[in-house]
Every structure is written in C-alpha cells, then in structure tokens.
C-alpha cells in the first residue's frame, strides 16, 4: 500500500512521526529514504517522541546506531550513511530486528537490504524546497495500523 503527503517545516515531519510513535506495537521496522537534510532524523525526533521517550535523538552518522528508551519499546536509530560495508553492524541490526520489544528505524539502509524484513514501512522523503518534502509511505497491509491518525 502507499500513502503521500507533505510536510512544509520539521514540525510537522516531527508530527507525522509522532503519530506513526503512538501506533507502534513492537517489533516494527522503518526505513527512512532520502537525500542528505531530508527529514530522517527529523522523522526519528517525533518518532521517540510518540512513543513516549523523552531522549535526546541525534543523528548517529559516526556511531552507526543510537538507542533510545520509550514508555513501552526500545527505540534503535541506525544510520549507515558512506559505510562501505555493515559487517558485524549487520548481525546486530538482525538481532534487534528480531526482538519483538523492538522498534527499528534505519538511515541510508542500501548496504543491509539484504537484513531488513519484507515487512518493513518504507518512508522516503523528496526535497521540494528550503522547507517543502514530499513524504512517501510504503507498506504491506499488515502494518496498516501504523497510519491511523495519518490517513
Ligand atoms: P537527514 O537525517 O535526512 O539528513 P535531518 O533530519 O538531519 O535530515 O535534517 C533535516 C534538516 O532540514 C533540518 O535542519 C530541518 O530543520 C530541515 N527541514 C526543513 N524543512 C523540513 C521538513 N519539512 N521536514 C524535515 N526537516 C526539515
Ligand atoms: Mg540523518
């Protein structure tokens, strides 16, 4: 299934997340698609918020993964940007992908494709301008649930 809309500051991306946060049952994984400033991290921001976490969310570029604590699930941030291969980074994601109390967003995923399930909601956001992004949700109809409040 898909679903566009757009978002004309980081507030709103920050909302659309939120809402996406409080829908979450576990065990889900998002992948955040777009150019470098396109809103992912951005996206994360209002995700930890939604589920009730009030850790700072930063982009973790040079540490690969962040973890955050919400009131119900763990919240794993990974950001693969310019890594040239995952190695064990791979094994790692695959574990906590599997964890049920788990939810697990990841930024400039290419290079473990190959990790991430079928069953997965794609994001991808487009710059259109200073503030303006398109923002594309991609999903199989069993996550559906995720875009309540959205659609
Ligand atoms: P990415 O993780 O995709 O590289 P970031 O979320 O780190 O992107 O950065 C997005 C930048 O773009 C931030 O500086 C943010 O304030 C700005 N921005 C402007 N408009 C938007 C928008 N509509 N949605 C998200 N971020 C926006
Ligand atoms: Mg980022």
Same mark, same amino acid.
């Given at each position: 299934?898909?679903? #566009?809309?757009?978002?004309?500051?980081?507030? @709103?991306? /920050?909302? &659309?997340?939120?809402?996406?946060? +409080?829908?979450?049952k576990g065990g889900e994984v998002i992948e955040l698609v777009s150019d470098l400033g396109g809103g992912k991290t951005t996206f994360v921001r209002g995700l930890a918020r939604g589920m009730g976490s009030s850790d700072r969310v930063s982009s973790p570029t040079f540490k690969i993964s962040n973890e955050y604590q919400g009131k119900y699930f763990k919240l794993y941030h990974f950001d693969f940007y310019r890594l040239p291969e995952a190695g064990l980074v791979a094994d790692e994601l695959a574990e906590i992908i599997g964890e049920p109390q788990n939810v697990t967003? @990841? /930024?400039?995923?290419? &290079? @473990? #494709?190959? @990790?991430?399930?079928?069953?997965? +909601?794609t994001i991808v956001f487009t710059n259109k301008g200073e503030n303006d992004r398109g923002v594309a949700f991609t999903y199989p109809k069993s996550l559906a649930y995720l875009m309540k409040g959205s659609i």
């Open positions: 299934m898909t679903w #566009q809309t757009s978002s004309t500051n980081s507030s @709103v991306t /920050e909302h &659309i997340a939120e809402t996406i946060g +409080l829908n979450l967003v @990841v /930024e400039w995923a290419d &290079i @473990v #494709q190959n @990790v991430l399930p079928r069953k997965r +909601l």
